[in-house]
């Protein structure tokens, strides 16, 4: 680390010139009470306040706007929501599959119509997500999904090895998503906060939820807020938990350099149009930020949602470094982790709950353009909820609003610890093969599969 300043920050902090929030204090009525300042929350704050300057929305954040996983991404906006396209057909059949595809086309869309119509400054940068194979196990799962891609009628582009960029390295082939966009997620997040309260929204920070008794009555240590409706925005914090949503709390990594040179930025500029993923469990992917910096990403994960200190920074130097030989020991300016809500069957929950609480969560790290369309899809349900006809169904393809989860008891907790670390050990050895030199496969266009099925969570 070249700046201990950037130790466990994300490269988008807020200026130290930012004002803060009171929390609520006394007894605060309103239609619409908000657990969770990040996306989701703020976009159904913004939604109905703009929608109905009536309706009396307030949201109270345990921490400041953006605090959370919304300001602690790294900013990829993209579609894919649920399990691969190949489990997806699998578990929920042609019709479904495609239409959780879809739902998620249309929140990348979404999220660049929000940024226009409100003129928010986010750095936002159109493009594709371009996703590469490093060996034949990638390349089987990326054919896979091709294939089922085709199958539903969804249009991905097979990438040949020899139409990849030669600075992504070597691979055996890949696949692009597009349309796509990069952006500064806690520019975006606090930009959505400010337009929802300048059109009447009310956002209290500091002001964490003890409890919610009845669905309606919201306790906090300063005050309480009586609403008629009731929204989980929480994700993957301890909340979630709390609420009993089923969304489980982790953490991931990235970190971004200091700015690139003009050489490099030569050899890699391609990278801020087209963010580059590589396939496979926790595996390493890059993008770049509009003040030149790269940032990377994966490597580690882990149970929890508490802490921002980089999980293993050494693997995102070393990631830096197999991009381009310029990058061996560039600084990393900013490190961190983050908190990210996962689900055991990869499916988000986005639905009502028995009491009529509404909830939204669980994004699996690929929050932001699902987590911003989500919320405005649960606030126009709001509105229309006293229509006839109206149901959450219309809010995402499998509505619910919990999700089955694991039980908090050690022995499955330990369980839980092995399998991630296990995952940690297997990128951890997959970036050393590729350190050293090893590589058991040609460089080949992408093959067709025969074979489709499940592949891990």
Known sequence: MSDAHGYGIPVWQAPESAGHRAPASGIRRCH??????GLTGLSIALRLAEQDREHDVVVLEADRVAGGASGRGTGLVGPRVG??????RKRYGDDTARALYR?????????????????????LTPGSQLMVARDRHSMVTVARELEAAAALGIDLTAVAADSVPDQAGRCL??????????????????QLATTAERLGATIY?????????????????????????VVLAVNGTSAGAAFRTGVIGMRVQAAATVPLTPRQLADLDWLRHQPLIEMGEL??????????????GGGCVRRGAADSAPLDPTYLQAAAGLLHPSLKDIPLAYAWSGPIG?????????????????????WRGHGVAASTYAGTLLADYLLDSEKVG?????????????????????????????????????????????????????????????TQGDENP
């Open 342 to 362: 996962m689900t055991l069957d990869a499916l988000p929950v986005i639905g009502v709950q028995r009491n009529g609480t509404l909830v939204a969560g669980g």
């Open 390 to 450: 109206s149901t959450i169904d219309h809010a995402f393809p499998i509505p619910r609003g919990r999700a089955r989860t694991l039980p908090s008891v050690r022995p499955v907790l330990g369980l839980l610890d092995a399998y991630l670390s296990r995952l940690e050990r297997g990128a951890a050895r997959s970036l050393g093969r590729r350190r050293s030199g090893d590589s058991s496969t040609p460089k080949t266009a992408v093959p067709a599969a025969s």
């Open 83 to 88: 399990p691969p396209l190949p489990s997806a």
């Open 205 to 229: 920070e500091k002001c964490a939820v003890r409890r919610v008794d009845r669905g309606t009555r919201l306790v906090t240590d300063t005050g309480e807020i009586v609403a008629d409706r």
């Open 283 to 296: 595996a390493p992917y890059y993008r770049l930020t509009t003040d030149d910096r790269l940032i990377i």
């Open 103 to 123: 739902w998620s086309e249309r929140a990348v869309d979404h999220v660049l119509a929000v940024c226009a119509r409100h003129r928010i400054d986010c750095g």
């Open 32 to 37: 619409t009470a908000i657990v969770g300042a």
């Open 173 to 190: 082939g890949g696949l692009r998503y597009a349309p796509t966009a990069t952006l500064d997620p806690a520019a975006f997040t606090r």
